[in-house]
């Protein structure tokens, strides 16, 4: 099936008299006719649901269904996109550990690593996206567990090199961990390209609407844990009877035990509802993800060709530095979101954005409508002005998340909150 096709009708398979609509199982317990069964579902010996805060039949079908349209061997749904990128990371990661992460990602995940995984004492080192394989080797160590980047950075812009962090962490056996949020499946399937582990925070694009808050991790199943790094996958679970994940589960080693180990202790799993009203989201992510390419290009190209505007940074502008990667990578668009800088710095950025009239002002992005938000003072505050610089970010950066409204409105918006910021 096309990925349009994929989005209606991956993951639930009505039958005969079933309903059309994916049903919501508003259940935290699942009933059985003997001990024996629950045992052996405790056991991992037999599929089945145990409890709500490990499995449940209506997120699973949304697991199934962005599984698929990853190309995934199956997929592990969180109650938010941090908590995803949480359990992804210490399902192979313990105390002593170490991996590497590019320097243009999202805020909330750099104080994940550099702070609160520092409790864990899990170390992480920030690279330049651009690093050479040489330069990216000569981080590596012999504690290193992964190397994480994002497809598209938020809000950089910045395009991840795929293929080259791909080489560089398989030559060390360490798998390549991808945050896809952005681009969606629709737009670029990392797996294609050389990663192992994808995450997403599901409240954007995949969602669409702002209505639900979620996260999820996708396995490729193309990673091979049995290499002598990863012991926590080979070597018998004492809390599963010596359940030995890649002996027992083979492709789906690292999806089973971040489920069936971190999950369970955790609890951190979505309600049915909220995989319901995601897979609503799901179901146009396909048809969305064209307009928002369509309508942020020409968005793009109008503030590139405005004297107020300093600089953009959206990789399907012919002059961007990700241009051609942009090409490889996201040959269909790049995506809804940019961000750009006015002259004048943050007070220019902060007159122009409280203007706007259509666009919302909002701690958000990847939404239906179009929305505004001045990085340095909400999703990157904690950041010092030298983490700014890393994340590309400077103190006038806005980042636009252009909507699914009539062009010419969302320009004519743009339009008069550049004249009243001039104009103040």
């Known amino acids: 099936m096309k990925m349009e096709t994929k989005c209606l009708h991956e993951g639930y398979d009505p039958q005969n008299g079933a309903p059309q609509a994916m049903p919501i199982y508003q259940s935290t317990t699942y009933r059985y006719q003997s001990t024996e069964h629950i045992g052996q579902l405790f056991d991992l010996a037999v599929e089945g649901h145990m409890y709500s805060r490990i499995s449940n039949p209506s997120v699973e079908m949304v697991e199934k269904k962005i599984a698929a349209l990853e190309g995934g061997i199956g997929a592990l749904c969180t109650t938010s996109g941090q908590a995803a990128l949480l359990i992804s990371i210490l399902n192979i990661c313990s105390a002593g550990d170490h991996f590497l992460s590019v320097s243009t990602i999202y805020g909330g995940s750099i104080n994940l690593f550099s702070v609160t995984l520092k409790r864990f004492g899990i170390a992480c080192t920030f690279i330049d996206t651009n690093a050479t394989l040489e330069e990216i080797g000569a981080q590596i160590r012999p504690n290193t567990r992964l190397i994480f980047g994002e497809t598209l950075a938020n809000p ?23 945050d896809n949020t952005f681009a969606t499946p629709v737009l670029c399937r990392p797996f294609e390209f050389g990663a192992d582990i994808v995450v997403h925070s599901t409240s954007k694009y995949m969602d669409g609407h702002a209505i639900q808050l979620g996260g999820v991790i996708v396995d490729s199943g193309n990673f091979n844990w049995d290499n ?5 996958l080979v070597e018998p679970d004492a809390s599963y009877h010596g359940v030995r994940y890649t002996h027992d589960f083979g492709k789906a080693a690292y999806i089973t035990k971040a489920r069936v180990q971190l999950m369970r202790d955790f609890g951190a799993y979505p309600t049915a509802i909220n995989a319901f009203l995601l897979n609503l989201g799901l179901e146009t992510l396909a048809v969305r993800m064209e307009r928002y390419c369509k309508n942020a290009q020409t968005v793009a190209e109008f503030l590139a060709a405005d004297s107020r505007v300093e600089s953009v940074h959206y990789p399907g502008l012919a002059g961007d530095p990700y241009h051609k990667m942009a090409k490889k990578y996201l040959p269909d668009g790049c995506s809804g979101v940019m961000s750009f800088s006015l002259k004048g710095g943050r007070e220019s950025a902060i007159r122009f954005m409280d203007s706007l009239k259509l666009a919302s002002n909002v701690v958000h992005v990847a939404d239906i409508r179009t929305c505004v938000l001045h990085p340095a003072s909400a999703t990157h505050r904690q950041l010092t002005d030298e983490q700014l610089v890393a994340a590309g970010i400077t103190p006038g950066m806005i980042r636009l998340s252009v909507g699914l409204e009539h062009v010419d409105d969302i320009l004519e918006d743009i339009q008069q909150a550049l004249e009243k910021a001039e104009n103040l």
């Not at 991840?160 to 791909?166: C, R, S």
């Not at 002598?228 to 926590?232: S, T």
Request: proline residues 7%; aromatic residues 10%; without cysteine.
């Open 156 to 178: 950089a812009l910045t395009v991840f090199d795929i293929e080259k962090f791909a080489q560089a962490a398989h030559s060390h056996n360490i798998p390549l961990v991808v």
């Open 228 to 232: 002598g790094k990863f012991p926590e």
